[in-house]
C-alpha cells in the first residue's frame, strides 16, 4: 500500500517496504508515527504489526489491534488485510520465541524476492522481531530494524520499551540483524505544545480530531498527570523518529556502538562481543513534525477535492 496523492512521485527504486510494529493503544504518540508511515508515499506499507506493552494491560496486544483497525476507517483505508496480532506476552527467556502472525509476516517479507530494502519499525518492545529470528534465523541479512527504545548511552536504565521485553532486546542486539537505536533521550527530542497540535491537527478532519483528542484524553489520565516530565501543556511524540529516520536518515548523528548485554535492571554492560549497530544521539524535530503537518493536512484537502 503506497499513498502517492501527491504532485510529486517517489521513484519506485527509492521507496522501501515497511512494516510498522505498534503497541499503539498504550499511550497517545505511537498513533502520529503510525499516520505519518501510511501517508508517506516513500513507504510501500506491506504490514501493521499489533504489539503488547507488557503487564500494564493482559490484553494489550488485542487493544492495539483494534485500535489499528479504528485508524484504518478513520482515514478511509480499506486494506485491513495488512494489519495482524504480534505476540500478546514477552518472551520467557532468550531461547523461547512467541510465534504469531506478526512475526510471521516478518518471516514472509523478509525471504521475499524484492530489490527494495525491508525496514521493519518498532514503536513498543522488540518481541516479535526476536521471535521471527529465533524461528527463522537467515532473516537476519534480509532485512534492517529501527527501534524507538532503550536508556541513554553509555549506561542505559529505566525504559518503557525496553522493560517491557528484555530477553527480546538481548536476542536483537546478539543476532547481525542491523540496528538503528533511537534511545530515550534522543526520541525525548520531539516536544510538542497542546496548543500547537489544537492548531495543527485538531482541524485535519475525522482523523485529526482524533488524533488530537485521544492525546488530550491520555493526557489527563492519571498515570500521565503523575509523571514528572508531563507538565500540562506539552507532550512527547517519541514514536515519530521511526518514521523520520526513513524520510531522512540523519547521517551524521548517530555513533556506531558496540551492541551491549542489556541486564535485568536495563543498564547496558558493554562486553565488546556484540556487532555495532547505529545509535542516534540527535533528531530534527522540525523536519519532521512539518513533514506530519503538510501530510496530514494535505491528505485532508484531497479527501474535501480541494486543489485538485
Request: with cysteine.
Amino acid at each position: 500500500m503506497v499513498y502517492d496523492n501527491y504532485k510529486f512521485t517517489v521513484p519506485k527504486e527509492k521507496q522501501v517496504r515497511v512494516i510498522i510494529n505498534t503497541d499503539v493503544k498504550n499511550e497517545a504518540d505511537d498513533h502520529f508515527a503510525v499516520v505519518h508511515g501510511l501517508l508517506s508515499p516513500k513507504f510501500d506499507n506491506v504490514g501493521l504489526i499489533a504489539a503488547h506493552f507488557g503487564e500494564r494491560e493482559a490484553d494489550g496486544m488485542e487493544q492495539s489491534y483494534q485500535e489499528l483497525h479504528s485508524i484504518f476507517d478513520l482515514m478511509g483505508f480499506s486494506e485491513k488485510e495488512r494489519i495482524v496480532r504480534g505476540a500478546g506476552i514477552a518472551m520467557p527467556d532468550k531461547q523461547t520465541p512467541i510465534d504469531s502472525d506478526g512475526a510471521r509476516l516478518i518471516i514472509k517479507e523478509a525471504m521475499k524476492e524484492d530489490d527494495r530494502p525491508l525496514y521493519v519499525l518498532f514503536l513498543g518492545p522488540l518481541t516479535d522481531m526476536a521471535s521471527a529470528y529465533l524461528i527463522e534465523p537467515k532473516i537476519a541479512e534480509r532485512l534492517n530494524v529501527i527501534w524507538i527504545g532503550g536508556g541513554r548511552y553509555p549506561v542505559g536504565g529505566p525504559e518503557f520499551n525496553l522493560g517491557n521485553d528484555i530477553h527480546a532486546a538481548n536476542v536483537v542486539f546478539s543476532s547481525g540483524i542491523p540496528l538503528w537505536q533511537v534511545p530515550k533521550n534522543v526520541y525525548e527530542m520531539m516536544p510538542v505544545s497542546l496548543c500547537e497540535l489544537e492548531y495543527r491537527v485538531h482541524p485535519q478532519g475525522k482523523i485529526g480530531e482524533y488524533l488530537f483528542e485521544q492525546l488530550i484524553k491520555h493526557s489527563q489520565e492519571e498515570i500521565p498527570r503523575k509523571s514528572p516530565f508531563r507538565t500540562g501543556e506539552t507532550w512527547v511524540l517519541g514514536d515519530s523518529p521511526a518514521i523520520g529516520l526513513l524520510l531522512y536518515e540523519h547521517r551524521f548523528e548517530f555513533d556506531w556502538i558496540q551492541a551491549p548485554f542489556i541486564g535485568s535492571d536495563m543498564n547496558y554492560v558493554h562486553t565488546g562481543l556484540n556487532r555495532p549497530i547505529r545509535v542516534y544521539k540527535n533528531i530534527d524535530s522540525r523536519l519532521l513534525l512539518e513533514d506530519f503537518y503538510a501530510k496530514l493536512a494535505l491528505f485532508e484537502q484531497k479527501r474535501k477535492g480541494v486543489g485538485k
